[in-house]
């Protein structure tokens, strides 16, 4: 059985940071490329990062430059280190695994003054 869910999601204000973590179990981790989406009220979920078992990244341009996105094989967690969040970064984040097509439940981030 596999499980996903994600963890660090919380209200800070512009320009300051947070960290969200994924944690996996139920598959080899090491074996999948993992993504990070996220989804404002309304819209469509969008791929905000991505990154291989090689760990190859990309992101998306919104966030590029400001995001990073790392994974702890051993641990098997994924973590997104978000800086300098801005109001447009207001979302709920979800962790993906794109080959089983597996979703987190996800964590709400927002930002405001």
């Known amino acids: 059985q596999v499980e996903v869910e994600e963890f660090g999601g919380g209200s800070v204000q512009p320009g300051e940071s947070l960290r969200l973590s994924c944690v996996i179990s139920g598959i080899p981790f090491s074996r999948y490329k993992l993504a990070w989406y996220r989804q404002k009220p309304g819209e469509q979920r969008t791929r905000v990062a991505h990154i291989t078992e090689d760990g190859l990244v990309s992101y998306a341009d919104s966030v590029k430059g400001r995001f990073t996105v790392s994974r702890d094989n051993a641990k098997a967690i994924m973590y997104l280190q978000m800086s300098n969040l801005q109001l447009a970064d207001t979302a709920k984040y979800y962790c993906?695994?794109?080959?089983?097509?597996?979703w987190g439940h996800g964590t709400q981030v927002t930002v405001h003054s």
């Open positions: 993906h695994i794109p080959l089983i097509i597996k």
